[in-house]
């Protein structure tokens, strides 16, 4: 990543202004930054703030090129990343990379203790799926590889238990399940993408596939445009929201679905005389071009 350093002003005067493919204003070439790998060329608030928003969300740890039509599908390097963004983001970036290294690595897998999260090692095996008897180094607790319970010879692994490649440190810990079913980090129902709530109504929305779903007992929402799912069971009056606010929502719903009603009976009846209209015209250019040509 290149930045051009500072010049005096009667210099930038006479700079061409570069123009930045995600916010399309034109800024001098001191303002831009360029990805060392494709050369392509942003304005630096923009990048920086494209970077946080992909670090925060932490749906992909290798940080690609903004701009969509890419010809050389770059990624920004590490060393680039941390020029522009604060210690605390850096720290989660390195955090999510590593995850995703141990996650992806055979060999590797998280001790499920809650109080240790430790990295173990496996053995290597002509067949790493099948289970194996792992023994913690900091805390010698013996789990199987496969389904993180303790160790079961001779027995197959529960049926419910996820698979080796889906787990993240501390998942089967009360960090992640508790006994109100409050955890901070979820699975997405339906993509099954870890989704972080730190703050907000109980109304979830998974930014990778656009599903909604209520965060406690994790039952689709997508149908619900009322709410209804928040007045009985285990999750009512759970939702986040005072009342008055839950009943101004149903009515701004309820409005915009009579304001479509009436909107199509106002023009029904217009609809119905436009119909023979219609029809008659079509016949008569149909007619039109059967009629043989005079001579």
Request: hydrophobic share 35%.
């Amino acid at each position: 990543m290149t930045t051009a350093r500072y010049r005096p002003n009667r210099e930038l005067a006479m700079d061409p202004l570069v123009s930045c493919k995600l916010c399309l204003g034109e800024f001098p070439l001191e303002q831009m930054t360029t990805i060392t790998q494709c050369q392509c060329v942003f304005c630096t608030l923009c990048l920086k703030q494209y970077v946080e928003l992909l670090i925060k969300e932490g749906l992909e740890t290798a940080i690609s090129c903004p701009d969509s039509a890419c010809p050389k599908r770059g990624h920004l390097q590490e060393n680039e990343i941390e020029c522009m963004v604060a210690t605390e983001v850096m720290q989660r970036y390195k955090k999510l990379q590593f995850e995703r290294e141990v996650l992806l690595d055979p060999c590797r897998t998280w001790c499920p203790s809650s109080t240790c999260q430790a990295v173990c090692q496996l053995k290597e095996t002509d067949s790493p799926a099948l289970p194996q008897l792992v023994q913690c180094a900091v805390c010698a607790l013996e789990f199987c590889s496969a389904c993180k319970a303790s160790w079961h010879p001779g027995q197959a692994c529960p049926e419910n238990i996820l698979p080796i490649t889906s787990f993240l440190p501390g998942e089967n810990s009360s960090f992640y399940k508790n006994e109100e079913d409050d955890a901070p980090i979820k699975r997405c129902p339906k993509c099954k993408v870890y989704i972080e709530r730190d703050e907000g109504c109980a109304q979830m929305m998974c930014k990778n596939c656009k599903h909604a779903f209520c965060w406690y007992c994790l039952e689709s929402l997508d149908d619900d445009f009322l709410l209804i799912h928040y007045d009985k069971g285990p999750c009512r009056n759970k939702l986040g929201h005072s009342r008055a606010s839950v009943i101004w929502h149903r009515t701004q719903v309820v409005g915009i679905f009579a304001g479509f009603g009436l909107l199509l009976l106002v023009a029904s009846p217009f609809l119905l005389l436009a119909t023979p209209i219609v029809l008659c015209c079509k016949c008569k250019c149909s007619k039109g071009d059967d009629d043989p040509l005079p001579t």
